[in-house]
């Protein structure tokens, strides 16, 4: 399936796109574009996880601490696996 990509010009602190330039020198994604595309769905995906556990905690209360630290090393496990085993497509 081709996916559609539409061209844009921004404008950007250079400080803010540091990371993005570091992870095009390592290798771990191909070019800037890359590497701003998955800055900013990495935000989409945090911003669907929040309001998630805002609706259930409306609905069952409040999600303890432990709980928390718990789904953070998982999500980071989970999204360090996919993210390596993408690398080089």
């Known amino acids: 399936m081709l996916l ?3 061209r844009v010009t921004i ?3 250079p400080e803010a796109l540091e990371e993005a330039r ?3 020198e390592a290798g771990r994604e191909p070019n800037l574009s890359a590497a701003v595309e998955k800055a900013l769905v990495r935000q989409k995906r945090h911003q ?3 309001e998630y556990v805002e609706l ?3 609905e069952f209360g409040p999600i303890k601490e432990e709980t928390r630290a718990w789904a953070r090393r998982e999500l980071e496990r989970a999204w360090g696996e996919i993210s390596s085993s ?3 497509r």
Request: hydrophobic share 45%; aromatic share 6%; net charge neutral.
């Open 4 to 6: 559609m990509k539409e």
């Open 48 to 50: 669907a996880m929040r």
């Open 86 to 88: 993408t690398r080089g």
């Open 56 to 58: 259930w905690e409306e």
């Open 11 to 13: 404008s950007v602190q």
């Open 22 to 24: 570091a992870a095009v």
